[in-house]
């Protein structure tokens, strides 16, 4: 079984170099980056890893320059027309799949009608108390159980108006999807050609780490240069081992998650 990774990307260099190295090193087949701005010397360095396919933007699709989801999807149905591997993940760059042992299991074990595998968010959170020093410190959260509403709002009070089910994110999940079935990529979950949706299944547990873009410690040049250097720019923070180890705090004081 062969699988691979699909995104439109804007992001430094440090993170996108981290992105192809982290899933090449799990076994994607092919990482299949769409340039939203074209650049040909950073093609040219992203490219020299092997398995790694780069696309520069159409002058066409410059010149339209429509929204965001819209050249996502694009791209990523472009790229699901053309590729040679069963299964199809589209993402951003600021998302690194995790335990993928337990993905690629369930990809293996799929019955044939089904369509599509989704894959939850984990939302990294900063701490407070120990500035970050490479791209990809920090702690992670997972989305909150359903009825839990009122703990939340005991954490973080007014703020819990602007996160998704306790994270900053997007709760939605991303999706693999099953190659050769004529399927519309989306942004998030995929469909037939006719809009409708198709057959799918939610993987239990966060498998999705979302690291939080572009932000001033990914762009400050030590932070950069530390990443940079990294052993495969694969520098993944710890979890918390559990609740009596977590800590959630408001916006603005220390802040700590944990995977359930």
Not at 93 to 115: C, S
Request: charged residues 20%; positive net charge; aromatic residues 6%.
């Amino acid at each position: 079984m062969k699988w691979g990774v699909v995104a439109t990307v804007n992001e430094p260099e440090p993170l996108l170099r981290a992105f192809v190295a982290h899933h090449l090193a799990l076994g994607a087949s092919e990482v299949v980056l769409h340039l939203d701005v074209p650049d040909e010397g950073l093609a040219r360095r992203l490219a020299q890893a092997p398995g790694c396919l780069i696309h520069q933007p159409a002058p066409e699709g410059l010149a339209l320059r429509r929204p965001t989801p819209e050249r996502q999807a694009r791209n990523a149905a472009l790229t699901y027309a053309a590729t040679g591997v069963d299964w199809l993940l589209h993402i951003d760059a600021d998302e690194f799949l995790w335990e993928a042992g337990r993905v690629l299991e369930a990809l293996a074990a799929a019955p044939p009608d089904v369509m599509a595998l989704g894959v939850a968010p984990l939302d990294r959170v900063w701490r407070t108390a120990a500035p970050p020093q490479t791209i990809f410190d920090g702690l992670f959260r997972d989305l909150a159980p359903g009825g839990s509403e009122a703990a939340l709002r005991r954490i973080y009070g007014p703020a819990l108006d602007f996160l998704d089910r306790g994270i900053a994110g997007n709760g939605a999940a991303k999706f693999f999807v099953r190659t050769g079935r004529g399927l519309r990529m989306g942004v998030h979950e995929p469909t037939d050609k006719e809009g409708r949706a198709v057959l799918s299944r939610l993987l239990p547990g966060g498998a999705l780490l979302h690291f939080d873009g572009a932000t001033p410690p990914i762009t400050s040049p030590s932070c950069s240069a530390r990443s940079a250097s990294s052993r495969a720019g694969r520098t993944f923070p710890r979890r918390a081992a559990g609740p009596s180890s977590a800590r959630c705090g408001r916006p603005g004081g220390t802040s700590a998650g944990s995977r359930r």
